[in-house]
């Protein structure tokens, strides 16, 4: 290939990363190359795998307390440009675990209501999950890898190498693994920043934001021997604990209004 064939396709990818630039709700600069919409598509394949193969509580009581908490937290939540409707599962599995994929899609593990011991500490996980919608961090990790490949690309057409598309990296960027059922954490980039999303959110709607420091330190008693944070792409329990206590210093006072949902007995 010539060599202004190789330029020509670089000024065409570092246009499009430069023009992919966009701001999340906490001001951070990101790099988005994958539009909402095809992200809210993948998303919801992705969550149509899933209950395909994973176990669905059939659970009356726990469904509707899941329900009730993540409706008080929708209720506050901006109206999402790329869907309409957000859709919870609950998935009958001792994981302790929640997660929500583009396209409004959020999954919660029964085992995590062994954890979150009370509604306020459900809500910050519910709302942690959708900060994570809200924030396009699925297309921001997919967009990463599509940046990446951009170059790998590149560099092969100017060695005269074909490349192979990864769709491994499109799963890794919703958070999922190659078997759908196995999650992948977030950078700590993006869990701090739906951390404090996630603590404004349950806030507005009533609950009360000191359950999400409460959340932190039950995870902390229920993974001893947890990798340190230097090992880890989640921040460690006590820079989370830290910083969402920072955080809810600067919350506004909100009347604890929020619905009492009955957590049920596990």
Known sequence: MKFNTVKTTLATALLSIVMGCTTSPTGRSQLILVSGSEMATLGSQSFSDLKGTEKISTDKQTNQYVQCVTDAILEVTPPQPDFEQWEVVVFDSDQVNAFALPGGKIGVYTGLLKVAENQDQLASVIGHEIGHVMANHGSERVSSSVATNSALQITSIALGVSGTANSDLILAGLGLGVNVGVLLPFSRAHESESDLIGVQLMNEAGFDPQGSVDLWKNMAAASEG???????????????????NAAILQLPAQSRNAPNCGKPNL
């Open 226 to 244: 947890a990798p340190p944070e230097l090992l880890s792409t989640h921040p460690g329990h006590d820079t989370r604990i830290d910083d969402l």
